[in-house]
Structure formats: structure tokens, C-alpha cells
């Protein structure tokens, strides 16, 4: 079956840098865009970064310029950089693979399958 495992999360202080990582198995990897999604305490899973098939990214304004997204291919892996981290960032964050990617970028309701989750914690 397929699997999305998400690693890399992890507490750090605002300005810090964490790469999360997200292996899948069970899909043929290259014909699928990825992306990030988040979701705080209370709050609704929301879009942070996606990549498709061929390499294009797209990135939430909340991120933009802070954090990237790649994708290795050969791995099976895609990655989530983030630098200068604020308070504001803390969330579980969660690995998707997308099919479909007419919407662009993905909507959580357009994901196939999700990873189950990493914590990311940036404290002031």
C-alpha cells in the first residue's frame, strides 16, 4: 500500500532552520506532485509548498522566500527546507502526493494520499 513518512520535524527557536523529509513507497513517485500542508492548534490544514511532476514550485505567501521545496526522483523523497522560522510556523506538517494537478496549487481535498504528520515547533 502506499506510504508518505514524513522525518525532520522538531523544536527550535524563531529564526532557526529545519529540513523535513518525506519518503514514500507503494506510487510511482514521478508521476505525482507533492506538496506540504500544515495545520495548527484550532486551525484548518492549509497549503505551505508543492512541487510538480517536472520540477515547478509554488509556495504559500506566508513562506515565500523562507522556505523550499525539492523533490529527488530517484529517491522517491521530497523536501521541505525551512529557514528563518517564527512562532507563527508552528504546526504538524504533512507530506501529499497528488494525482490530479488541474488545481494548482493543490487544495487538500485534491491530495490522494497523506503523510501522518511531523511536528515543527519554532518558540520565541
Known amino acids: 500500500q502506499v506510504q508518505l513518512v514524513e522525518s525532520g520535524g522538531g523544536l527550535v527557536q524563531a529564526g532557526g532552520s529545519l529540513r523535513l523529509s518525506c519518503a514514500a513507497s507503494?506510487?510511482?513517485?514521478?508521476?505525482?506532485?507533492m506538496g506540504w500542508f500544515r495545520q495548527a492548534p484550532g486551525k484548518e490544514r492549509e497549503f505551505v509548498a508543492a512541487?510538480?511532476?517536472?520540477?515547478?514550485?509554488y509556495y504559500a505567501d506566508s513562506v515565500k522566500g523562507r522556505f523550499t521545496v525539492s523533490r529527488d526522483n530517484a529517491k522517491k523523497s521530497v523536501y521541505l527546507q525551512m529557514n528563518s522560522l517564527k512562532p507563527e510556523d508552528t504546526a504538524v506538517y504533512y507530506c501529499?502526493?497528488?494525482?490530479?494537478?488541474?488545481?494548482?496549487?493543490?487544495?487538500?481535498?485534491?491530495?490522494?494520499?497523506w503523510g501522518q504528520g511531523t511536528q515543527v515547533t519554532a518558540s520565541s
Open positions: 507503494g506510487l510511482t513517485f514521478s508521476i505525482y506532485a
Open positions: 512541487i510538480s511532476r517536472s520540477g515547478i514550485t
Open positions: 501529499a502526493a497528488v494525482s490530479d494537478s488541474s488545481n494548482w496549487p493543490p487544495r487538500p481535498r485534491d491530495v490522494d494520499y
